[in-house]
């Protein structure tokens, strides 16, 4: 079976969950690329990524998500922003890419 090839955008407090959830389903999907404008954010969330599986595989890091989505075999991107600013990343993802779903993880 192919694993889901994920891909985050935004690196910040919440994201952390995401890489965890993505490390505890090594067997079905795999981190490829990690965005966030503060490349030291998408650093440390590479790294706990890589070390947490073993450093299998270690995602690219990316300050552009336009960049990221043109370079990278993307299958999920998941927006990890603060709330209220995922939107442009969500709108962007919808009128210039095959993306369709759309995921957001933060506290209601």
Same mark, same amino acid.
């Given at each position: 079976?192919? /694993?889901? +090839?994920f891909?985050?955008?935004?690196?910040? +407090?919440?994201?952390?969950? =995401?890489?965890?959830?993505? @490390?505890?389903? /090594? &067997?079905? $999907?795999? *981190?490829? $690329?990690?965005?966030?404008?503060?490349?030291?954010k $998408?650093?440390?969330?590479?790294?706990?990524? @890589? &070390?947490? %599986? &073993? +450093?299998?595989?270690?995602?690219?890091?990316?300050?552009? #998500?336009?960049?990221? *989505?043109?370079?990278? &075999? %993307?299958?999920?991107?998941? %927006? $990890?922003?603060?709330?209220?600013?995922?939107?442009?990343?969500?709108?962007?993802?919808?009128? =210039?890419?095959?993306? !369709?779903? #759309?995921? +957001?993880?933060? /506290? !209601?």
């Open positions: 079976m192919k /694993k889901l +090839r891909a985050i955008i935004g690196c910040g +407090r919440i994201s952390y969950k =995401h890489v965890e959830a993505l @490390a505890a389903n /090594k &067997d079905e $999907a795999v *981190l490829v $690329a990690v965005c966030d404008v503060v490349s030291e $998408a650093e440390k969330r590479k790294n706990e990524y @890589a &070390d947490k %599986i &073993d +450093r299998a595989y270690i995602p690219e890091i990316y300050t552009d #998500y336009k960049k990221m *989505l043109a370079n990278q &075999d %993307i299958d999920v991107v998941t %927006i $990890a922003t603060e709330t209220g600013r995922e939107s442009r990343y969500r709108i962007w993802l919808w009128t =210039h890419t095959s993306f !369709q779903g #759309y995921d +957001r993880c933060s /506290k !209601q």
